[in-house]
């Protein structure tokens, strides 16, 4: 078993950054994929970014390439997304999750966090 603590989520404003952090316990996460995901408020969870088991390979949705990166320090069993140049429509709470295998789906990942809100507003 594998448990997922979101982090770092709060009120921004257009055009502003935050870093979320996904701290895990009970199990290493470096034998995982790690993804992260959102949900807004009547509508479904949609895949954000994905990075492999060592780090090496990253895959983010079209929607935020060039604003948010995905990073992992298997030492400290942590993965980040980085998020910069936010927009209203990126408001949503933010999910990480463990994956056996690089995937993009939601029913490809067995582990959750509780999620963390993200609101951007001004």
């Known amino acids: 078993q594998v448990q997922l603590v979101e982090s770092g989520g709060g009120l921004v404003q257009p055009g502003g950054s935050l870093r979320l952090s996904c701290a895990a316990s009970?199990?290493?996460?470096?034998?995982?994929?790690m993804g992260w995901f959102r949900q807004a408020p009547g509508k479904e969870r949609e895949f954000v970014a994905v990075?492999?088991?060592?780090?090496?390979?990253?895959h983010r949705a079209d929607s935020v390439k060039g604003r948010f990166t995905v990073t992992r320090d298997n030492a400290k069993n942590t993965v980040y997304l980085q998020m910069t140049s936010l927009k209203p429509e990126n408001t949503a709470v933010y999910y990480c999750?463990?994956?056996?295998?690089?995937?993009?789906?939601?029913?490809?990942?067995?582990?959750w966090g509780q999620g963390t809100q993200v609101t951007v507003s001004s």
């Open positions: 999750a463990a994956a056996a295998s690089l995937d993009t789906t939601v029913e490809e990942y067995d582990y």
């Open positions: 009970g199990r290493t996460i470096s034998r995982y994929a």
């Open positions: 990075i492999s088991l060592s780090g090496a390979y990253t």
